[in-house]
């Protein structure tokens, strides 16, 4: 997808100084787009704690490229791989949900244990990189096994609009580039098909109607901004016609974790036989466990975000406080989807049904391994 | 109930001044308490239309002294029948969802066309006192049988506290005094039971956030504010004993017509096993219809509700835009939850099942003159 009008990515080295990284502020947008350099892994793990990226396919890239910025700190004071190890532990403990940063951060591990101090640095520049690219061909895949099941509602409707709702932004701001949910809207978009999208605003951080509602506009998909609480409404109305989501972190058994919220449109869905669909890199996936209600552990976030919105006022940007001081307020960030909610998972691999076996059948050595 | 230290009602005629009605400005909470007067019928109008006044028994209320005002201006003018008739005829199309507008409008009516035009003013005056008298009867109705549902559960979980989670506002500021959904929850604190409850900011108009829990504030509740995406969750975790919300029109067969996201939260309930009622005057049930998600109109207002967020910043109050302009946003204020997924209805006569049978064993004389 596009953005300011060029090919973008979500996070990149400065041009001219690969010892920086860039990424975009995403707590500025829609209303101003802001790059922020990364200089330090400090610097990194701010920008994932502080919500300056998200999303848990770019919470893993910049967890591998703030190693990179970890080991080149750490040569130059000659302890590289203490210091590794250091804002590896440091990072992981950002965020709680998504299962990539682990991920991301076991991986550049795992890289660097084999590899001498000299070449260091230079290996895990490379494997920041690799990431990234391999993310940009899973969000890809997504696309085009997602893009089958537009095509066919598509031609059920004989060529009439399709209406997608999704929750957050599973978007290319989540990712590297196209987004998971969003994959097979662009692609869709692409080739013709008339498609329009119901952005849930999501709140706390309003990560719809800021991101994906931006995203979508950048690359001229019509869109809708609705209120967290319509979505019922509409599906009883049959004016959506497939729920697409993310997810931070998918069970082996299928159970989803995803922004609070997710759970109560798949109850929509069930309710009024809308096909609902997860969409997901095969990273997200925890084989380790199968019960998500239990077992995923669900980030409690500061109350300031429920208590304080942000927008444009006058000529600038700003946060109002809606509500009385001092009120006890509670800021869950996730809720977990059961599988039983859940028609299909789409994964660059395929489409699966939301059960172990569904998932082995698509990820056979993966499923033995545990 | 009690605000500002001191017994209140939502609307009442100026003191040493019976010619002006007065109404807290319900859109400056909870950041200014803020009386406005009614002079006219239109200003009336205007506060139902542009929600200085909100929640369907309210909202009859004020037609009901508008249509005074209405009469006083005539009579002024030599037409006071003329401008009777013109008001109701506005007033009725303020708000389309809540039907004790119309029930209100039509009870004035009556009494007008029963009295000689001498009387007309005087006897307005009176039946929009009674309407209001009655309702704070209602409410106390409600709060009396629905405490009996929060006493078991208190008595249950042996003294240890009833968390209920409730939608949008269906409190005092609703109503005359005491409100439906919270009548019970006032109840029950004056009784000394723990209870604690869970607020839906309800998005767009934050309702929750911004007038229930100032309420609850007000009369010592414990309480705290969630998104309204957090509701599935909390009930999946078990930290969810009761939903208690209101409704702005109930169906003879207990379809429930009420804030936008309602139906959300009855479906986890559902998904749950957690008790969902719903609290109303029987002026909010419509005997004409069964088919709430059908017949019951469902209010569109303007986007700008969705799109700007109205709060403190910096010394005073001020309205930030969220969302990029030139967004596309619907916003649909309210949606229906089907009887079957509520557990009873809470009324001034008593709790019966949300059904055809269970309304008309309540009220057999209304529901046998459809």
């Known amino acids: 997808m596009r953005a300011k009008g060029e090919a973008f990515r979500t996070i990149w080295q400065k041009p001219g100084d690969s010892s920086i990284v860039q990424i975009i502020d995403q ?7 802001v790059i922020r350099d990364l200089k330090t892994w400090q610097d990194g793990a701010h920008a994932i704690s502080a919500m300056l990226v998200r999303g848990a396919p770019l919470i893993g890239a910049t967890a591998a490229w703030s190693l990179y910025l970890a080991a080149a700190a750490g040569r130059d004071a000659g302890n590289a791989n203490r210091e590794l190890q250091l804002a590896a532990e440091k990072l992981r403990n950002t965020r709680p949900t998504a299962i990539n940063l682990g991920w991301a951060i076991d991986r550049v591990l795992a890289v660097a244990a084999k590899c001498n101090e000299q070449q260091l640095v230079t290996t895990l520049e490379n494997e920041a990189r690799v990431i990234c690219d391999e993310d940009i061909e899973i969000s890809k895949g997504i696309g085009r096994h997602g893009l089958t099941l537009l095509e066919e509602i598509s031609r059920r409707k004989a060529g009439g609009t399709v209406n997608v709702l999704t929750h957050c932004n599973a978007g290319s701001l989540a990712t590297i580039n196209w987004g998971t949910a969003t994959a097979p809207i662009y692609f869709a978009h692409q080739r013709g098909i008339s498609i329009h999208v119901w952005v849930d605003e999501t709140r706390p951080r309003n990560q719809g109607s800021q991101l994906t509602a931006w995203e979508l506009a950048e690359n001229g998909v019509p869109h809708t901004v609705i209120v967290d609480n319509a979505g019922g409404h509409l599906m009883q109305h049959a004016m959506v016609d497939i729920c697409i989501m993310g997810t931070d972190r998918t069970t082996r058994s299928g159970d989803v974790a995803n922004k609070i919220g997710t759970y109560l449109k798949a109850l929509a869905a069930r309710d009024n036989n809308v096909p609902f669909y997860v969409a997901l890199p ?27 919105v942000y927008g444009l006022a006058g000529s600038g940007t700003e946060s109002v406080q809606t509500i009385a001081s001092g009120t006890s307020v509670s800021n869950y960030a996730f809720d977990v989807t059961p599988a039983r909610l859940v028609t299909g998972l789409i994964t660059e691999c395929g489409i699966c049904e939301a059960s172990e076996a569904g998932l082995a059948r698509l990820f056979p050595e993966r499923a033995v391994r545990k």
Not at 27 to 33: D, G, N, S, T
Not at 282 to 308: A, F, K, L, M
């Open 282 to 308: 095969s990273t997200t996936i925890d084989w380790t466990i199968s019960n998500g209600i239990r077992d995923i552990p669900i980030e409690e976030r500061d109350p300031q975000e429920v208590s304080h």
């Open 27 to 33: 707590r500025m947008l829609p209303h101003e787009y």
